[in-house]
């Protein structure tokens, strides 16, 4: 026997068959059942979600000997004549073929005879836009007022290049395309009927490749099939769709994130030298950031069975919002702008270029300067940095290791922090100079300030959002924003203690991290500042009658004002 394709075999035969589209069955089952029969239908709608299928079924339903109903039984000759294609009474014309106003009036001139077998003589036109402006002329007539026993279920990709007056004589269905959810379910089912293997991922592959069309994902199945001997796994079949595994685009949304350029770029040539599809490419970079903005918003809705799901959710809690929003419409835009590249594999790398070269910068300074901090080489009191218990004074040998980069890159920073820390001390007030609680907390802030000015990277964000809380023999305690916890991991914990032991200059200490409001961190401190900045440089602008005089004369108005002091560091 010869074999039939799976887009053929599996073909709906019943309303309760077709899937994703219960609001057109809802409506159509309805009207069977109370006898609203319309004389004319039009189902749109993208390829492949079953257009065609739903006017065949509905042709059946009309047509059954049982009766006209939503449920035709299947069995009676008008219903297996269907089924195999070669009902007299059901006639399927291909409007892209039959373009002409002759075709047209041809069809028509058969429309007066009564059906041969059936109960209804049924017209499907398919791809119905294709019909010339004569043709559709030459339809008008018939169309709005035909004979009772004739039908007509008219399918259309496009159904904005109808006239308005086919469209208003007809009844409109626009079906929906199907979620790649829905589409892997379909497929799992029918790998199961079939006896063939078909991984959960290699499902899910296939049905967002399928861009919403159950037609295709069948097509595609078929494909994997045959490149996997019998079986679709999901290494085969992203090779076979030119697409990378999960864990891939991970890697490289890793190494964006950690501003590791180096693995980026050889991440982009590696899939030069395989011929990857590149759109493709980035139509699952984009789709995984989608994926993980969810999952910092709403980590509930990422799926129990997803495989890369531990991975996704913990690189999650590491990127900022703001980087992902980033990456997601540099990637859309990359998209847009791949074909006017020299070629695809460049235009992919410079959209990771660009991905990585424009990452916004929230973090205040790092040239470890804070105000309100002198020369003096003395500690705060009580509070501060220093140990609570009558210990040392801090001599700050920098902060070890950062997670600004992984590897060498990781060492340099290091090195970077140590070099820095071994010149410039943090100092700290005399106490005598504490004006109270208050002013112990504001010189401990501006301590802890110093410190974190000397950190880099991941660490050094993390350090400028977090608070000092105190500290009890061995034990630190820092307060962290609630809005960038994001920020914290156990990995970034581990790495802060280093840092901080090796600028205490101490052996052994715990660090203890806990999340809530803050209004004395560094990074809180510099919003301040800038914010202080800012209103002194408006009123100062408001006060200056030359700007004034500027004004008057010319009719002019100030568009937007800008300390010096944040123009200086834009620069530097």
Sequence with gaps: MTYQALARKWRPRRFEDVAGQEHILRALSNALADGRIHHAYLFSGTRGIGKTTVA??????????????????????????????RF????????????????????????????????????????????????????????????????????????????????????????????????????????????????????????????????????????ALAYGDGAAREDEVAAMLGSLEGSQVLDIIEALAGGDSD?????????????????????????????????????????????????????AQQISGEDLQLYYQIGIHARRDLPYAPDPATGF???????????????????????????????????????????????????????????????????????????????????????????????????????????????YALASHCQWGGRDGNRITLHLDQAQRYLLNDERRQRLCEALQSSFGEGQLELRIEVMDTQLTPAQQEQQRQQELQQQAEESLRQDPGLQGLQDAFDAQVQGVRPIDDLQQKQR
């Design 56 to 85: 065949r079924i509905l042709a059946k339903c009309l047509n059954c000997e049982e009766g006209i109903t939503a449920t035709p039984c299947r069995e009676c000759p008008s219903c297996r004549e269907i089924d195999q294609g």
């Design 88 to 223: 007299v009474d059901l006639i399927e014309v291909d409007a892209a073929s039959r373009t002409r106003v002759e075709d047209t009036r041809e069809l028509l001139d058969n429309v007066q005879y009564s059906p041969s077998r059936g109960r209804f003589k049924v017209y499907i036109i398919d791809e119905v836009h294709m019909l010339s402006g004569s043709s559709f002329n030459a339809l008008l007539k018939t169309l709005e007022e035909p004979p009772d026993h004739v039908k007509f279920l008219l399918a259309t990709t496009d159904p904005q290049k109808l006239p308005v007056t086919v469209l208003s004589r007809c009844l409109q269905f626009h079906l929906r395309r199907l979620p790649s959810a829905l589409i892997c379910e379909r497929l799992l089912k029918i790998a199961g009927d079939e006896g063939v293997e078909v991984d959960s991922g290699a499902a899910l592959r296939l049905a967002r490749a399928a861009d919403g069309s159950m037609r295709d994902s069948l097509s595609l199945l078929d494909q």
């Design 263 to 315: 693995r980026v770029v050889r991440a982009a040539r590696d899939l030069a030298e395989q011929a990857a599809d590149f759109d493709a490419i980035l139509s699952e970079v984009v789709a995984t950031v989608h994926t993980l903005a969810l999952a910092q918003q709403a980590p509930g809705v990422i799926a129990e069975d997803e495989p890369e799901r531990e991975r996704l959710l913990r690189l």
């Design 349 to 459: 790398e410079m959209a990771l270029l660009r991905m990585l070269a424009f990452r916004p910068a929230q973090m205040p300074p790092r040239d470890g300067r804070a105000q309100g901090s002198g020369s003096r080489d003395s500690r705060p009191e009580d509070g501060g940095p220093g140990n609570s218990g009558g210990g040392s004074p801090i001599s700050s040998a920098g902060a070890g290791r950062t997670l600004a980069q992984q590897g060498a890159t990781q060492q340099q920073a290091g090195n970077k922090v140590q070099q820095h820390g071994a010149s410039q001390q943090p100092a700290a007030p005399e106490p005598g100079q504490l004006g109270g609680q208050q002013g112990a907390a504001s010189a401990a802030a501006d301590y802890w300030r110093n410190v974190v000015g000397q950190l880099d990277g991941m660490l």
